[in-house]
């Protein structure tokens, strides 16, 4: 899952991103102009927004994300802790809110929550294809009830196309998901981790689930024998 977090202070925005990084891939922005650039041009699942920024405050970040169809989970987080201005954020079209300062579990767990009431967490933190089964919450994967030990960009991968099952991925809406902004497009890492999660999940058994399209990229689906 991919996050962006626009907020102005680098210092507490990098002290986010520490606590995220284990769980998800973590874009920073520091202006709500770049925020809102970022916000259109690439897929995140969830937006994390401070109220006050330097050149636009977060209302006017969130209400121009909306109007212009950005659907993305937004939690607010700010000092700012009146009932207006949770109202005012509410208003604009955020999520939820977060005061800070915030303890990391609580972050996280507001963070699952507001997954698990969007359309990219319909299944809740489970996900299934054949006897292959991944959850998101803790981090692990089996198939026929075997657990199988993967790398966490191993891991960011192969729950990107289980959450996209039967849909072709391109390599630059791979690059895009799971590394972070700025990995070169030409490079091969896309396909050597393919292939690290083809020894681990699919060459051992008998039924393939990641398939190869050619000329354009990869999906994951169960095929019938």
């Known amino acids: ?103 990391p579990m609580e972050l996280i767990a507001r963070i699952r929550a507001m997954l698990r009431r969007t359309r990219i967490d319909p299944h809740g933190n489970s996900l299934e294809i054949d006897s292959l089964i991944l959850d998101s919450l803790t981090r692990t994967v089996m198939r026929d009830q075997k657990s199988i030990r993967l790398r966490r960009k191993e891991f960011d991968l192969l729950e990107y196309l289980m959450r996209n099952r039967n849909r072709v991925l391109t390599r630059g809406m791979i690059l895009e998901h799971v590394w972070e902004q700025g990995t070169d497009e030409l490079s091969n890492t896309v396909d050597v981790h393919i292939k690290y999660l083809r020894d681990k999940v699919d060459r051992p058994y008998k039924k393939k689930l990641i398939q190869t399209v050619h000329g354009v990229g990869y999906k994951i689906e169960e095929v019938e024998e």
């Open 1 to 103: 899952m991919k996050v962006l977090v626009i907020e102005d202070e680098k210092d507490v925005a990098q002290s986010i991103k520490i606590i995220l990084d284990q769980h998800f891939v973590v874009d920073l922005a520091y202006t709500g102009e770049d925020g809102e650039y970022k916000a259109q041009i690439n897929d995140y699942d969830i937006i994390l927004l401070d109220y006050v920024l330097p050149d636009v405050d977060g209302l006017m970040v969130c209400s121009y994300l909306r109007k212009h169809k950005i659907n993305t989970p937004i939690l607010f987080l700010t000092y700012k802790d009146e009932v207006q201005d949770k109202v005012g954020a509410l208003n604009a079209g955020a999520d939820d809110y977060l005061s800070k300062p915030f303890s």
